[in-house]
């Protein structure tokens, strides 16, 4: 209970993925304009973190390295992932379609988001098991959603500022995720 619990605080919020390791900063910046699509990408991403590395660790525990086949790893990976992201589509697609158009194409690039292939990655090499690996992926996963949804905030509150010109856009966008980076990096001592 205790290794699990040291993996939820770290994979979540010690070395969040976004503003620690800097993976999956392309949706980061993309879809953190408005808190409602990044409570939506969020939980799409926790979805799909959460159940690839759920069938990762499985196809990997008892399929890739019985068979001696542990080199194709990432290809299998990205494949569940694939597919996880075609549900998530189809989904969105029939029962939200206002969340669907508001992702656009930045739903399709969850399956190449760096950050899903990074945690089952991961898991396989910190050697976690099934279990240690969802909890891993689901922790991974609400850090992303942290981040995403404290920037979507951000962004929000300061749209209507007068801001000097060089400043406005992505420049701000930028700065504001490195002034967060820097904020969670006071989180490194916890764990």
Known sequence: MKTLLIILIGSSIVNNVVL??????????????KTDTALGMGGAVIFVMAI??????????????????EYLQTIVFILVIAALVQFVEMFLKKKIPSLYKSLGVYLPLITTNCAVLGVALKNVTNEYDILESTVNGIATAIGFAIALIIMAGIREKIEYNDIPKPFRGSALVLITAGLMA???????GVI
């Open 20 to 33: 620690s390791q800097f993976l999956g900063l392309c949706p980061f910046l993309g879809v953190s304009k």
């Open 182 to 188: 820097m904020a969670f990096f006071g989180f490194s």
């Open 52 to 69: 690839s590395s759920l069938v990762a660790s499985i196809i990997y525990k008892f399929i890739l390295v019985p068979t001696g086949f």
